[in-house]
């Protein structure tokens, strides 16, 4: 996953999305009745890397995904599917958290690369992999 940037959608500008600074806002959580704040960020998947084999904005892979989402303690709350249906190449993505700190530091991410490292374990010979971020 590469070239992440700020994305800002309409629905930021409606009175139910307050926003806390620049590309954060604080909104209720679809998922519940919390307060959380969110942002959201468009990125570019790479189909040459690994475990993004056949990723595309209508395709995005699990990895490096997840780890993206563990690493920053976030998760998905907008799809942004009629985006991501259309895009042949840029991904959308609404992420939230409800500690403010959390998305703050997934916006570091804007301008880096964020990708997964295989490797072979000498103790089991199984294949794993390591996020990576440049």
Avoid: H, W
């Amino acid at each position: 996953m590469k070239n992440f940037n700020n994305f800002t959608p309409e629905k930021y500008s409606e009175p139910s999305y307050q926003k806390i600074e620049e590309g954060i806002y604080k909104t209720k959580c679809p998922y519940s009745k919390d307060d959380i704040f969110v942002t959201s960020l468009s990125f570019e998947m790479e189909p040459e890397c690994y475990g993004e084999e056949n990723a595309s904005p209508k395709n995005i892979t699990q990895v490096p995904f997840e780890d993206l989402l563990d690493e920053f303690f976030v998760y998905v709350t907008d799809f942004y599917e009629n985006l991501n249906k259309t895009s042949e190449v840029i991904c959308y993505q609404e992420f939230g958290s409800s500690d403010l700190s959390d998305i703050q530091k997934l916006r570091t991410m804007i301008g880096k690369r964020f990708y997964a490292v295989p490797y072979i374990d000498e103790s089991d010979g199984e294949e794993y992999y390591n996020a990576a971020i440049e």
